[in-house]
């Protein structure tokens, strides 16, 4: 029979034994894994409880555990495991699941089948649908970009958020712009139907989508007089951009295409750069992120009118009134 001391070794070594099958089973999957897994691998429920009833793994859902440190997709497994075989990551978390940077999303997006009973998970969002859409199924189950951005997109929390995604979903080129159309030709209703159509086409075709028209039309309807010269240009490196000038007036816009849109801060960066453009003491230049315009447009608006304001002052006269 075993002495005391042998019998503590032995336990040691099936200790270290456990745990190294264990963390090999984890590697893929940041730090966690399945009680499915742990049984398959030869571990009995009891050996698996020892474990957790000593502290040295964590269950964290009804079929998930922690084994080994914790990396940045363990919450996507185990929001995938705990909500059943059909479960897919979905809208932001799937693009971020597709390498998407740069994006912070504070909720866990997850789809299942419409009428399958899935539970309540902290930090989890589920969307019951009745079509998941075409999906990724190796690896981390995820819907196909093309599905995830539409989808994110409608799921935002505002029509900025809404347009951000879209554009750094197209721009880091998880998405091609033909996917993505025809996807979005495909939704039946949406709650963001206007805005996420100029959206779409903005960030596809680049500003030529925001013709001159349209911005005439958005100034006369907020009362500013209508720019004296329209050109729609193209930069060094295939960058889309609108100059808009006031000559009589000394203002000048650039509405930079969604070439120039690089997360939420640009809308802010402009605003920010406007007003102190707007104490220039020659030329008043102002520059507008196309979805600024279609998202956030009336603090811009308030811009251009100030500068008309300011650009009158300094030539002596009051700005001309709209034209009918």
């Not at 805005?195 to 005439?216: M, P, Q, W, Y």
């Not at 998202?295 to 002052?313: C, K, M, V």
Request: aromatic residues 4%; proline residues 5%; glycine residues 8%.
């Amino acid at each position: 029979m075993p002495t005391r001391t042998e019998r503590a070794a032995l336990a040691q070594l099936e200790h270290h034994r456990r745990h190294r099958l264990a963390r090999a089973l984890a590697v893929p999957h940041d730090g966690v894994v399945t009680l499915r897994m742990l049984r398959r691998s030869g571990l009995s429920r009891g050996q698996i409880l020892v474990e957790i009833e000593r502290g040295a793994w964590r269950k964290l859902g009804v079929h998930t555990v922690q084994v080994d440190d914790l990396g940045p997709k363990a919450p996507w497994w185990c929001a995938l495991w705990e909500s059943g075989a059909s479960a897919v990551l979905d809208g932001a978390t799937s693009l971020e699941a597709a390498g998407l940077t740069g994006w912070t999303e504070p909720q866990l997006h997850v789809s299942v089948r419409n009428g399958g009973i899935v539970r309540d998970l902290e930090g989890v969002r589920h969307h019951r649908l009745r079509d998941i859409g075409p999906s990724v199924r190796q690896g981390l189950r995820r819907t196909r970009p093309e599905v995830a951005v539409v989808r994110a997109a409608q799921w935002a929390t505002s029509d900025r958020a809404a347009a951000t995604l879209v554009a750094m979903t197209v721009q880091q080129r998880l998405v091609g712009v033909e996917a993505l159309l025809e996807r979005w030709e495909s939704v039946g209703y949406s709650a963001r139907r206007q805005v996420l159509d100029e959206v779409i086409r903005d960030v596809c075709d680049g500003a030529h989508s925001l013709n001159e028209l349209d911005f005439a039309t958005a100034c006369r309807e907020r009362g500013i007089p209508e720019p004296t010269r329209q050109v729609l240009r193209t930069g060094p490196k295939g960058q889309v951009y609108l100059d808009v000038f006031w000559g009589e007036f000394g203002v000048h816009v650039e509405i930079h295409g969604t070439q120039h849109y690089q997360g939420t801060a640009v809308i802010d960066d402009a605003l920010r750069v406007n007003d102190l453009g707007l104490r220039d003491r020659d030329l008043i230049s102002l520059q507008i992120p196309v979805l600024g315009l279609r998202t956030q447009p009336e603090p811009f608006f308030r811009q251009i009118r100030q500068a008309l304001d300011e650009g009158a002052r300094r030539a002596g006269r009051a700005p001309r009134p709209p034209a009918a």
